[in-house]
């Protein structure tokens, strides 16, 4: 686990001689899937170095709903907590590494450590506004707006992920992000 987490995670600092055993390190080659849709998801992933993708099947539609990068946290939070099929595949966009936290050892972690609790709702709650703004951008702006506005917030993406999931992030074909594109520069 990177530096990054220990320091935004206090209890992961304080502790970490009795936490590190519950956490793997893992490092995985690019289109390696974290996490298939249907099935229930068992772990929380620290991204250490690389890119993951969520994404959503929908009748053989990729949909593309959130890049995570380093100092990220993610999971099908859902599917975790409820132990339910998840409505989500998680993916490598590049060779991957990440630490691993399973889910029975992260409640043990926060039964030990209740401030752990706190941190993973505010990861939560984060995680929720950035759906959020994700939703409303998709019903208030045009798919010219939702551009630029990946231009100005998140240019890492545009270098980052290839261009037809971007275009499915934004709601849009592949031929319409890159003409958009085009006639911005």
Known sequence: MNDYFKTQIPVFNQHWAEIAPFFTAITVPEKTTLLREGDIAHNIYFVDAGAVRLWHNDDGRDITVQFFFENQIVASFQSLTEQTPSQFSLETLAPTQLTKLSYPHFNQLVEKYPALQQTMTHQ???????????FLSRIQNNPEQRVIDLMANE?????RVPHHYIASYLGMTPVSFSRIQKRLR
């Open 124 to 134: 939560i709650s984060s995680r929720f506004m950035t759906y959020m703004t994700y």
């Open 155 to 159: 240019p890492d993406i545009l270098a």
